[in-house]
């Protein structure tokens, strides 16, 4: 059974950098698409990007010039760098796999609570 | 980018009756070279992962009761659950897939009255 683990810091100051991993068990990299949705207290969810596991990117315009997402194969990991944080950037992220490609997630995180405040 | 809404914020429903939650895409999400609706919907229990339960709108993934059902075309889209029992409580989304970037509803939440 797939399951996925986010793991990071909880609290940080604006203009920090938001830093999270991802650890894949009972599963493998290939051929998937990995992704980070983020959702803000009282807001709908917000899909950040993907990485595959090649390497490849993909990240939502709105945060695109901000995001950095990579992949470590090798210890089953892949990762999230959000730069230069504000309050916005408080949120619940989640890590999720798309199988397909086609951009809809069929296991996701259990999710972490990141919350940014001086 | 294609903004998705969802109808009722919140529904009392009671055990072993129906759900009706509806989502509406401010655009098509129909392909026309498939004849696929790209809309997903979600379960999200507190405390746990969200879940997949419905792709292509009306395709149920693996292990999902059939109590739940997906239906729609185009823009408007409805999950359906029968029989409804204390273990669906959550909040329920949307997703179109149609296009980058993949947007959600702003959910619905389903409680027992």
């Known amino acids: 059974q797939v399951h996925l683990q986010e793991s990071g810091p909880a609290v940080l100051k604006p203009s920090e950098t938001l830093s999270l991993t991802c650890s894949l068990s009972?599963?493998?990299?290939?051929?998937?698409?990995w992704n980070w949705i983020r959702q803000a207290p009282g807001k709908r969810p917000e899909w950040i990007g993907f990485v595959t596991y090649i390497g490849t990117t993909n990240y939502s315009p709105s945060l695109q010039s901000r995001v950095t997402m990579s992949v470590d194969t090798s210890n089953n990991q892949f990762s999230l760098r959000l730069a230069s944080v504000t309050a916005a950037d408080t949120a619940v992220y989640y890590c999720?796999?798309?199988?397909?490609?086609?951009?809809?997630?069929?296991?996701w995180g259990q999710g972490v609570l990141v919350t940014v405040s001086s | 980018d294609i903004v998705m809404t969802q109808s009722p914020d919140s529904l009392p429903v009671s055990l072993g009756e129906r759900a009706t939650l509806q989502c509406r895409s401010s655009?098509?999400?129909?392909?026309?070279?498939?004849?696929?609706?790209?809309l997903a919907w979600y379960q999200h229990k507190s405390g746990q992962p969200p879940k997949l339960l419905i792709y292509w709108a009306s395709t149920r993934e693996s292990g999902v009761p059939d109590r739940f059902t997906g239906s729609g075309s185009g823009t408007d889209f409805t999950l359906t659950i029968n029989n409804l029992q204390a273990e669906d409580v959550a909040a329920y989304y949307c997703q179109q897939f149609y296009t980058s970037p993949s947007t959600f509803g702003q959910g619905t939440k389903l409680e027992i009255k």
């Open positions: 009972g599963g493998y990299f290939g051929s998937f698409y």
């Open positions: 655009q098509t999400i129909l392909h026309d070279f498939n004849n696929k609706s790209y």
């Open positions: 999720a796999r798309d199988a397909s490609g086609l951009r809809f997630f069929d296991y």
